[in-house]
RNA sequence: GGAGAGAUGGCCGAGUGGUCGAAGGCGCACGCCUGGAAAGUGUGUAGGCGGGGAACCGUCUCAAGGGUUCGAAUCCCUUUCUCUCCGCCA
């Protein structure tokens, strides 16, 4: 959510500053009017207000002192007064309403140093704060080299018996799939190891939260109302609950409505939760293997902050999504999104594609954003600051990572000729020490 | 699912129709006391919105929404959530 006042005060800057994103239904002159016109009503009600309080005051008064006629004849001057306050009261909700429901749509401004650009082709990749390339490169793993032509994730799962996605399909559809055995086991391997990193080197709470939510919930981290086709629903009572798309959810939301004080901040929280996505409009795309899944797994990460610290908070957590793959040894790289496919509540996004030799592409593994204060205004997440000023607090989320993609990253980049994975160093005491999965033993 | 109790400021908690945005406490801030601290002590301390350069003024908010009333934290209705007991249950 934006804060009207600052687009009142800098229309031209909203305006070139939402050029680049998609879908902004609204300009700022269209925005002004419609606060123009709530203020417009405040002061008429509030004027009505005003003079009713006062007039109730001095009847209680003439009461207290036996004096009835005086009392009479205030009753009678105040009488018109409450149609007044309750039509002006009604005038007053629909104005506020419609701005905010236009506000609710609009999308986050970009910081300024994020490229301008339609699409994915115009992301620009990142080599740290101050890096270059080659010391980029020198800190990641390297590209693997194969001496033979390496197979897609799913070639390997299904030859070695343990990836299904005709059982998953007679379970529960396309965009499923059943893992068995030592795959299973891995896949719970890696987001152990994931979780367990976070938490015990890079200083995050281990959460387990609710896997169903309620739309107050999704509104705060933008999901509604712009969002609903993306969601599992499942009814409640009289009412429904969401399935999680991702953990960000419930994390985040962990502040709502509340007034933190600044020494709990920053919150800095994690989670490994299933994520539940309906897909819609994705349909034909990635449709082979476990790549795009109604339902995956995922490491989340979250932080809170003060104002000052969300941008420096924003690298950290990139490096924590980063060190993930340096441990698991995958190749990768880092691209800032730009303003044409950042999603909606982002100031800033890096992505973290990992290497995959079986695509002979790099995918999307990880996604970290800055959101600045938009969702704490929509969620009204705030802290008191050092002068006891309350001001809204920086939210943070990225992925760390999400753990199916990490499963088809170690199944492509450790693929052995013979049909095995190898499994990678950090990942063998969450396997029983096995070196290896699925070759032929 | 049945019965009952409850929801008040950053937190705890008092308050059953007018002088209540709300006692008291905790916490926090500033001062006094102290060699320094603790203890003690004094003062201050809700948020949103509107107006104003500011001081400040107005308005709304006592879970949420509606109603009764000139006037509601307080009375009535609905909803949500929490707790206790019973039932069911991994």
Redesign the pocket.
Known sequence: MLD??WIKANPAAFDTALKGRKNVPFSSSELIAL?DA??AV??E???A??K??????Q???A??QKDEAK?QA??EE??H??DV??TGEAKR?EAEDKLRAALAVLPNIPLDEVPVGADEHDNVEYFGPNGTAAAAAKGRPAKPSFSFKPKEHFETGEAMGQMDFEVAAKLSGARFVVLKSQLARLERAIGQFMLDLHVDAHGYTEVNPPYLV?DEALYGTNQLPKFEEDLFFVPH???RLALIPTAEVPLTNFVRE??L?EAELPMRLTALTPCFRSEAGSAGRDTRGMLRQHQFHKVEMVAITTPDASRDEHEKMLADAEDVLKQLGIHYRVVTLCTGDMGFGAQKTYDLEAWLPGQDTYREISSVSVCGDFQARRMDA?Y?D?D???RHVHTLNGSGVAVGRALIAVMENYQQEDGSVAIPDVLQAYMKGLTSIGGRS
């Open positions: 009207i006042n606060d709530r203020r405040i002061g009600v509030e004027e207000q005003a009713r309080n006062s007039l109730s005051k009847i209680g008064q009461k207290a009392a205030l009753l105040v009488a007064l409450k306050v309750q909700k309620r009572g009289e009412s509340s007034i004080s705030r008191r050092k006891g000023k309350v």
